[in-house]
């Protein structure tokens, strides 16, 4: 049986958010809606398919607590760098620079990425490379992570395994 909220707004919202990862509660209090509306939602998405995994129940302890910079990015100019990410991923030059912000920052706000991976294009291209680059390196386990309304980040795990695959330094 679906659920009541399937098809509406708030639960195509919710399945569209639970499928980038967002977890039960984040959505549950962000639709101000029960913890089981929310996960009876994307239960049945995930019975569906339109999901391929359940998301986590919540943020882990501690995650709301690191932020993006708020400072200038600079990027050194690095061509072995950007080589080593297009022979080893398939990464363009500005896919490559975006990921070299990351791998500078504990986390990058959107604005802040845009100003130095493509000033001159629309500010919503940072979530198209983003995406993009989602779909190169989540071939190899190297994730890009959402930090809400706000940007991205690397863990410290996955810069790891990015450098592990194309050896050498940022």
């Excluded at 994307?42 to 932020?67: C, F, K, N, T, Y």
């Excluded at 990410?85 to 990921?99: H, S, V």
């Amino acid at each position: 049986m679906s659920h009541p909220l399937r098809g509406t707004f708030v639960g195509n919202s919710i399945v569209r958010l639970a499928d980038e990862g967002v977890p039960i509660g984040a959505l549950s209090r962000t639709f101000k809606i029960p913890y089981d509306s929310a996960h009876g939602i994307v239960r049945q998405a995930l019975d569906d398919g339109v999901i391929v995994e359940m998301p986590a129940a919540d943020w882990p302890a501690g995650s709301r607590l690191r932020q993006p910079t708020t400072a200038p990015i600079r990027l050194d100019e690095r061509p072995d760098f950007l080589m080593r990410l297009k022979e080893a991923f398939g990464l363009t030059p500005a896919e490559g620079r975006l990921i070299q912000c990351l791998m500078q920052a504990r986390a990058c706000t959107k604005p802040h990425l845009h100003a130095v991976v493509a000033p001159e294009a629309e500010p919503k291209i940072v979530d198209v490379f983003v995406c993009k680059i989602r779909g190169k390196l989540g071939k190899f386990q190297v994730r890009i992570e959402t930090i809400w309304g706000q940007g991205y980040a690397m863990t410290e795990e996955n810069k790891r395994r990015l450098m592990a695959r194309i050896g050498g330094a940022p």
